[in-house]
């Protein structure tokens, strides 16, 4: 299962300790929207004192060509956007990715390719929260997601081309440098309340009602992922993880 909203406010996930607070860092999901006509957050890490300060990954309905987006804003005065050269459709699973080199690269990436690079020297501070599917600065929460979200991973690197394009043909995320993977929300829709982090401990709670929808068909997963059951957690740590991925257990 995957999971959904219709655009509600009241309908997302957070967790007050981000799983990475300083760039570079990567974030990526597939989603399903319903239109191309609003903006939608994706993933959020940000502040939570009513500041500005964050990097977001979106659909970009709002803007010219649909694109994805990944924002950083550093609460100057305006906020500065990678977009993808390419815009996603209602109605389909497309891959979103987002990669914060530094506080002068940030870009998007539409189903692994369509890399768009902003240059804007933005350099956000002070993040406290992450959301999935919703902006919250502490006061007011914007822009949430209509559609589907699943399949979402965080790095503490900025991934190259070539990983976000084995991203966007449908390889999860702990395969794809697993070695800077800090968190991983496959989004299964298990547990009444939260939603848990399959790789570290950045467990989401689900605020309102994210409904379930029918999840990504086709994503490439490790041998020892069992869709809807707990990856092994510890003591089976990271380096046992990489063996396990190269085949010696």
Known sequence: MARSNTGDT??????ATPPVTAMPLTMACWVNAVNVTAYNNLVTINSNA?????WSMALGGDRAGDPITAETNDNSGGESYGES????TAGAWHH??????SST?????????????N???QATTGVTRIQLGAYDDGATKYSPLNGSIAEVGIWNVALSDAEVLMLGKGFAPPLVRPDALVAYWPLYGRMPTTEQDRWGNCHMTINGTMAFAAHVPNIKYPSWVQVGFPIPAAPVGGNRRRRVLMGAV
């Open 50 to 54: 009513g500041t500005y300060h964050y």
């Open 96 to 101: 979103a990715c987002a990669v914060f080199l």
């Open 10 to 15: 009241a309908n997302w996930f957070s967790n």
């Open 119 to 121: 240059t804007t020297s």
């Open 105 to 117: 690269s940030r870009s998007a990436y539409l189903n692994g390719a369509n890399k768009g690079t």
């Open 85 to 88: 050269t390419a815009g996603y």
